[in-house]
Nanobody, 126 residues
Framework: VQLQASGGGLVQPGESLRLSCAAS????????MGWYRQAPGKQRDLVAV???????NYADSVKGRFTISRDNAKNTVYLQMNSLKPEDTAVYYC?????????????????????WGQGTLVTVSS
């Protein structure tokens, strides 16, 4: 299962960006989908996560400014980022876990997956 993230870029403080991440492959189900970010010299931290039922959880630093959503028909997760601050500057990674169908010579059936996207850079600077 592969994840393809897009939507990063350079914006000024106070502006908005929308990130997208599409999952592809022989997916049979997706449980949670989420966004993480990693600033230079820092660890990768959770930004927001959404379950298959639509429950969400956010890092305290983005509550009220960021909104995570998903389109289950498209296996896609979004992150709407408003009122961006310089401290939001980071590489943003999407993540998903679920199951996929494996069809090989030795095994046919569903297997679990947990995948990461390639990362998209968000820079907030005046």
């Amino acid at each position: 299962v592969q994840l393809q993230a897009s939507g990063g870029g350079l914006v000024q403080p106070g502006e908005s960006l929308r990130l997208s991440c599409a999952a592809s492959g022989s997916i049979t189900s997706i449980n949670s989908m989420g966004w993480y970010r990693q600033a230079p010299g820092k660890q990768r931290d959770l930004v927001a996560v959404i379950t298959s039922g639509g429950s969400t959880n956010y890092a305290d630093s983005v509550k009220g400014r960021f909104t995570i959503s998903r389109d289950n028909a498209k296996n896609t997760v979004y992150l709407q980022m408003n009122s961006l601050k310089p401290e939001d500057t980071a590489v943003y990674y999407c993540n998903a876990d679920g199951t996929y169908y494996s069809d090989t010579r030795h095994f046919k059936g569903t297997l679990p997956f947990r995948s990461w996207g390639q990362g998209t850079l968000v820079t907030v600077s005046s």
